[in-house]
């Protein structure tokens, strides 16, 4: 690829990618902004939906890596011009991955208290977080299909058809949870929380079907499963596995904020719940420029394109920065607004308004971090997220998070914890990237 990659090409694949990546925080923002509005257990079901979102978001993001990992091969065989060869790895991975989900099902299902309890959920907190898991966990499988898929996608420079399919998914989550959260008259009764869990199957059955429509209908690669092994297979192997080790990593910063927050009480645990959906709503947005990273660095990397690769990079941090920006102020203008729209209760509107400001001022920094991420993902350089990730969260997020809450900040702490857990993540990978690839686009 000699053509230099303008700011409108980026766009291109990111806008769509960012609508796309939204549709999993939107499952669980819908679900809170209705629970948290029901006559009914609305603080008590709120705190349910954060601590099971949390647990869901552990399992989606260690085996939905594949569509990185799928998407990161895909493009570096597209640059180097050989997708051939990997035609039927999609297919495989899917086969592993989907076979993996079924297996954890079996083994938390018949265990959602004992795993809830360990989120210090408790009384009706824990039986809200049971009834919801036990439904919206058969949507994982179907999940982590559309995943693969959009990986697929990615990894062939298009971003398009992920677009339609989430933004399918997302309104009929919408309009599912309206109907089933408080029912229809005397037609179909009110489900409350169950209804929300639900409604997110039901989009996420939608999503993996429009999936499978669209890869076979717009593209050559099969969904049919086709042995033996790709060559890449053992690749791909070793990518899942050292971004598996990498989102335990990032699973137990979250784990440690939630169940932090919910020893603090019920309020703070619903407050923390609209923060922590709503910086995840931010991840995601950012996620559209950080996927961008990540198809364009793989196709660069196989065509051997430093000079391209450094331009890039230096393209997607301006970008980030000013999207970071971007999102911070429009918090800051929707401060309020954004608040009522989860929650009426006094309380939880008061601890939610408290810590909010610092998830907005996080934003910026969240953009530089997890747009290199992507760019890192592309590039396959799994090994290094790994290790960055476990020192981030080993050595600054938990003694952080240990110390603020022995000194009684509560959730002021949990997310001073995770602003330092996200700096420690993104510096390096800047360095990192310049350091090597800098001299490599000097000396073609």
């Not at 409108?8 to 990111?14: E, F, G, R, S, T």
């Not at 995840?280 to 660095?297: E, K, Q, R, T, W």
Request: aromatic share 14%.
């Amino acid at each position: 690829m000699s053509q230099t990659i303008s700011l409108k090409h980026i766009n291109k694949l990111a806008i769509p990618a960012l609508i796309s990546g939204v549709s999993e925080p939107i499952l669980s923002l819908t679900d809170a902004a209705i629970i948290g509005n029901m006559s009914l257990n609305a603080t008590e079901s709120l705190a349910a939906v954060g601590i099971v979102s949390t647990f869901l978001s552990m399992l989606i993001w260690v085996l939905g890596q594949t569509r990185s990992a799928i998407s990161s091969i895909v493009s570096q065989y597209l640059g180097a011009g050989n997708v051939q060869a990997v035609k039927n790895l999609p297919a495989q991975a899917i086969f592993i991955i989907t076979s993996l989900s079924l297996i954890i099902i079996a083994c938390t299902y018949p265990f959602a208290s004992q795993i809830f309890k360990l989120y210090n959920a408790s009384d009706a907190i824990l039986d809200f977080s049971v009834d919801y898991y036990q439904i919206r966990v058969w949507g994982f499988p179907f999940t982590l299909f559309t995943i693969a898929v959009f990986g697929t996608f990615r990894g062939l420079q298009n971003t398009y058809y992920p677009m339609l399919i989430a933004i399918s998914g997302a309104l009929a989550n919408i309009i599912f949870d309206f109907v089933l959260v408080y029912g229809v008259t005397d037609i179909i009764p009110a489900m409350h929380i169950k209804g929300a869990a639900y409604a997110s199957v039901i989009a996420q059955m939608l999503m993996a079907g429009l999936s499978a429509f669209y890869i076979l209908k717009k593209t050559d690669i099969p969904l049919l499963v086709r042995f033996p092994f790709n060559p890449e297979i053992k690749r791909f192997a070793l990518m899942i596995l050292n971004l598996f080790i990498r989102t335990i990593a990032l699973n137990v910063a979250l784990y440690y904020g939630t169940s932090f927050a919910t020893s603090y009480g019920p309020t703070y645990i619903a407050a923390y719940t609209i923060a922590i959906n709503l910086w995840f709503l931010g991840a995601f947005l950012i996620d559209g420029y950080a996927s961008a990273g990540n198809i364009l660095s793989g196709k660069l990397l196989g065509a051997k394109d430093y000079k391209n690769l450094i331009d890039l990079s230096d393209k997607l941090i301006k970008h980030g920065i000013v999207v970071g920006l971007i999102m911070a102020l429009i918090g800051a203008v929707l401060y309020y607004p954004v608040g009522r729209i989860f929650s009426s209760d006094s309380e939880v509107l008061t601890a939610f308004y408290n810590v909010f400001w610092i998830v907005l001022l996080m934003q910026p920094l969240c953009a530089l971090a997890f747009i290199f991420d992507g760019v890192f993902k592309g590039l396959g350089k799994m090994k290094y997220l790994r290790n960055l990730l476990l020192f981030s969260t080993v050595l600054v997020f938990i003694p952080v998070i240990y110390y603020t809450d022995h000194i009684g900040l509560k959730l002021y702490g949990v997310f001073i914890a995770f602003t330092l857990w996200v700096i420690a993540r993104g510096i390096p990978l800047i360095i990192k990237f310049r350091k090597t690839f800098r001299p490599l686009a000097q000396n073609p």
